[in-house]
């Protein structure tokens, strides 16, 4: 007889995990709190437009294997394009996404230009991360590559990016985001919500059942485990399964987890992570002069970590010939901004905004501002020593979520990768 596995949460981990199971003879059934699959990737779309769009920016890396080869396994149709990528140095757009590019950065001596990026190449092709974990970014990285290059573009991204937990940042941390980086990126046909949509019905193809705006209040494990849930859609209270595989943030987990040993509790409470805010501008013109994709912002001060103008990476004619940018920053989740309207968060944004593009407001459609209380894990030194396994003291309770993707940082791909290795350590055991 199948074993029954319950997995909370529908975002790209649960579902991968929900297929592969089912593919190895599994009866599976996902919950899902939200009306749509995707999680972080979760999208929306307005009546005139034939694609929809994730409510905070996504692609993927032309080597991000996992999530392609599942886009191929179940004929999701992969864009890839070239976009620029660029910072915004001192009121200055320049363009920084390739080797020669950093070789000549204007604002930079040769010297300078040489040593930043020899320092790259460095990351890039150096397969050890281990060693590096020890290390502060913050220390380390002026003294590699010079002061000059780390205050004028990267310092400014880590304490965009992380605030004042920047200090805290593990060097593996940025080896990552460095060894990772493609100049190509792509993008799933149709927006990451029609992705997810897509393994939703492979899943249902293959039996599998979930459950959309059904959240889980609480697991407890006995002989069976048993899940308490609040749904709009289903009338049953309590449903029992064999086993139990937990995708959401490790702090949610704690909450609903019942019978948790105080030493697992106190270590799974050092994890820590940052919300994100996310305005979504639609423009009846470009934002940008040039056909900029990606803009960091390499100013402390300023607001937005990065400007992301969507259709100069995916053509406009798929969301009716709009311009549509992104407004991007990760916040503590008890910031300010979150309780902030989404007029005041743009009047935030507004001066910084305008110096890049002085008449953009003439040209605002609607905008929409979205806001994830939890979105990018806080990556400390040492940090190999306090991840968690899948497995938890609970018997047959498995806990898989982006504090888990370590050295890699969070992203779409990892979050399949990981949905399929919870799967497969759960066949492993089960022999």
């Not at 397969?127 to 590096?132: I, Q």
């Not at 009047?347 to 501002?369: A, H, Q, W």
Request: charged share 25%; net charge positive; glycine share 4%.
């Amino acid at each position: 007889m199948s074993k029954s596995i319950a997995i909370c949460g529908a975002g790209f981990t649960g579902l991968a995990a929900g297929l592969q199971l089912l593919k190895l003879g599994y009866k599976v059934t996902i919950f899902e709190k939200e009306r749509w699959p995707g999680g972080l990737a979760d999208g929306f779309k307005d009546p005139s437009w034939n694609w929809t769009l994730e409510k905070h920016y996504h692609h993927f890396f032309t080597n991000d294997n996992k999530v392609l080869d599942l886009a191929k396994e179940i004929g999701h149709k992969i864009i890839i394009e070239r976009p620029n990528t660029s910072v915004f140095v001192d009121n200055e757009i320049l363009q920084l996404d390739s080797p020669l590019k950093a070789l000549t950065f204007p604002k930079l001596s040769l010297l300078q230009r040489l040593r930043m990026s020899l320092v790259l190449a460095i990351f890039r092709y150096n397969p050890f991360w281990k060693p590096l974990e020890k290390l502060k970014t913050t220390r380390t990285l002026p003294k590699l590559m010079g002061k000059k290059a780390y205050k004028m573009i990267w310092e400014p991204q880590l304490v965009g990016k992380f605030g004042k937990n920047a200090d805290e940042i593990s060097l593996a941390w940025f080896w990552a985001r460095i060894k990772k980086r493609t100049t190509k990126l792509a993008y799933p046909e149709k927006g990451f919500l029609e992705f997810a949509k897509n393994l939703v019905q492979e899943i249902e193809k293959k039996g599998g059942k979930i459950h959309f705006e059904t959240q889980v209040n609480e697991i407890e494990s006995k002989n069976k485990i048993k899940l308490k849930i609040k749904s709009k859609n289903i009338r049953t209270k309590e449903f029992e399964f064999d086993k139990v595989i937990v995708t959401l943030p490790s702090f949610t987990f704690l909450k609903i987890a019942r019978g948790l040993p105080s030493n697992y509790q106190k270590k799974l409470s050092l994890l820590k992570g940052l919300g994100a805010i996310n305005v979504v501008i639609r423009l009846k013109k470009p934002f940008f002069p040039k056909d900029i994709y990606w803009l960091s912002v390499c100013d402390k001060n300023s607001p937005a970590m990065a400007v992301v103008e969507h259709t100069n990476f995916m053509d406009k004619s798929f969301y009716n010939n709009e311009h549509i940018i992104y407004v991007g920053k990760y916040l503590p989740f008890n910031h300010s901004y979150f309780q902030k309207s989404d007029e005041e968060i743009l009047k935030t944004y507004d001066p910084y905004l305008r110096k890049m593009n002085e008449n953009y407001k003439k040209e605002i459609i609607d905008y929409k501002v979205f806001r994830a209380p939890f979105a990018q894990p806080l990556i400390p030194i040492n940090y190999s020593k306090i991840i968690p396994s899948f497995t938890t003291p609970l018997n047959n309770v498995y806990l898989a979520n982006i504090q888990q993707v370590y050295p890699w940082d969070r992203g779409t791909n990892y979050a399949v990768e990981m949905g399929e290795k919870v799967a497969e350590m759960i066949t492993e055991r089960d022999k």
